[in-house]
T-cell receptor, first 117, second 113 residues
Framework: GAVVSQHPSWVICKSGTSVKIECRSLDFQATTMFWYRQFPKQSLMLMATSNEGSKATYEQGVEKDKFLINHASLTLSTLTVTSAHPEDSSFYIC?????????????FGEGSWLTVV | GNSVTQMEGPVTLSEEAFLTINCTYTATGYPSLFWYVQYPGEGLQLLLKATKADDKGSNKGFEATYRKETTSFHLEKGSVQVSDSAVYFCALRSYNQGGKLIFGQGTELSVKP
């Protein structure tokens, strides 16, 4: 079945550095990918919608200059957390829409745990 | 705007007990409704879905019926197992909002042997 791969699964970085998280659709083309953030014991918060070849659409309250999203191909989107701070520590999940699949199915990656120290 | 409200957790049940997790939604148009499950340390998995009123989604013994008149999509299972312990998210997707998923706050389920 369709698989969405996120990398890395776990990352620890120093405060002030940048970290990149990749989201790949492994066996389908994804014109649209979504990035979510989840705080412990809380729901998923949509951060941005990424369309291949165009600028991402950010949700209200999400800093576009801090959370850089690139969707350069139909199988890859990246989220870069710039100048990370401890409050950016969270679980980040991407999802991808299979444009060929029935009902435009959305598949989720397994998530990436970011810890900023 | 569109929103989803779930019953608060955590929910603690004994094995073989009956499970209901309430979910209600607010949306314009005719959204599709979903239940996702997140097992400890894993990502989200689609559990079941319903795309129109009165549809019943089912999977792994779980069921949910799309009730437009009560704007609800309650998740039920007749006999839970320890392996069902997870966080369950109700979600809706409305194409008039670009097809993005709107999630409820999640309900943690803990099943004791």
């Amino acid at each position: 079945g369709a698989v969405v791969s996120q990398h890395p699964s776990w990352v620890i970085c120093k405060s002030g550095t940048s970290v990149k998280i990749e989201c790949r659709s492994l066996d389908f083309q994804a014109t649209t990918m979504f990035w979510y953030r989840q705080f412990p014991k809380q729901s998923l918060m949509l951060m941005a919608t990424s369309n291949e070849g165009s600028k991402a659409t950010y949700e209200q309250g999400v800093e576009k200059d801090k959370f850089l999203i690139n969707h350069a191909s139909l199988t890859l989107s990246t989220l870069t957390v710039t100048s990370a701070h401890p409050e950016d520590s969270s679980f980040y999940i991407c999802s991808a829409r299979d444009r060929e699949g029935a009902g435009n199915t959305i598949y989720f990656g397994e998530g990436s745990w970011l810890t900023v120290v | 705007g569109n929103s989803v409200t779930q019953m608060e957790g955590p929910v603690t049940l004994s094995e073989e007990a009956f499970l209901t997790i309430n979910c209600t939604y607010t949306a314009t148009g005719y959204p599709s409704l979903f239940w996702y499950v997140q097992y400890p340390g894993e990502g989200l998995q689609l559990l079941l879905k319903a795309t129109k009123a009165d549809d019943k989604g089912s999977n792994k013994g779980f069921e949910a019926t799309y009730r437009k008149e009560t704007t609800s999509f309650h998740l039920e299972k007749g006999s839970v197992q320890v392996s069902d312990s997870a966080v369950y998210f109700c979600a809706l997707r409305s194409y008039n909002q670009g097809g993005k998923l709107i999630f409820g706050q999640g309900t943690e389920l803990s099943v004791k042997p």
